[in-house]
C-alpha cells in the first residue's frame, strides 16, 4: 500500500536521512510521499488543539462566562481549528515548497552552476528536509515539550534538507550548504531592497503631498 509505503519511509528518514534521500521523486510523487507523511500528524495537531481548548488552564476562568463558554461556541472554535490546520498543512506548506525550490533551483542552476538535477530534485528535496517539523511539529502545541520541539525541530529538518539536497542534486554537503547561505542572502538582499525601495516611494510621495 503505497500510504503506509510512504509513512513508513517518512519516519525512517528520520534517522536515516542519506539513506532514505537517495533516488528520483517526480513532483506528483514527492506530492503524494508529503501528503500521506502529513495526514496523522495533521490529525494530532487537531487533537492536541481541541485538547487545549477544551482542558487547557484558561477554561476555568472562561466557565466563570457562561454566555461564553457553550458547547456551540466549543464546537466553532474546533471547526475553526480544523479549517486552519487543514489550511496550513495542505495548502500554504505545499506552496511553500514550490517557492523554495523554484529559489534553490535558479540560485544552484542557473547562479551557482552546481545542480545537476532538474526541479523536480529540489522538490523533492525539500519536501524530505521537511520531514521533523511536518512528523513531529505539532509537540510544539505541548506544554511541557514545546520548547525542546521548538529550538530541535528546525535544526534537524536542516540537517536533512542539506543531506537530502545533496543527494537529489548530486552534489557535496558543503556545495549543499553553500547554495543554502547563498539563497538566504539573497533572499535577505532582496527584502532589504524591497522595502528600501518603499520607504524610497512612501518619503517621495509624502514629498508630493506636501509640495
Known sequence: MVFAKDVSRSFRLLLRPSKESSGKM????????YYSASLIPLLLIMVVAF?????GPHINFIKLFPMAYSTSVTMG????????????VWVLVPIGFFIDAAI???????FLRLFKGSFENSFSAVTLGSMPMVLLGWLILVPGVNVLAFAVLPVWSLVVLIIALSAQQKITRLQAIGTMVVTAFLAFMTVMLLIYGAL???GALYSYMLG
Do not use: E, M, P, T
Not at 534553490?104 to 542557473?110: D, F, I, L, M, T
Open 104 to 110: 534553490y533551483q535558479v540560485v544552484g542552476k542557473n
Open 77 to 88: 472554535v474546533g471547526a475553526v481549528v480544523v479549517a486552519l490546520a487543514l489550511l496550513y
Open 51 to 55: 485538547l487545549r481548548i477544551n482542558y
Open 200 to 202: 524610497l516611494g512612501s
Open 26 to 33: 517526480k513532483l506528483v510523487d514527492s506530492l503524494k510521499f
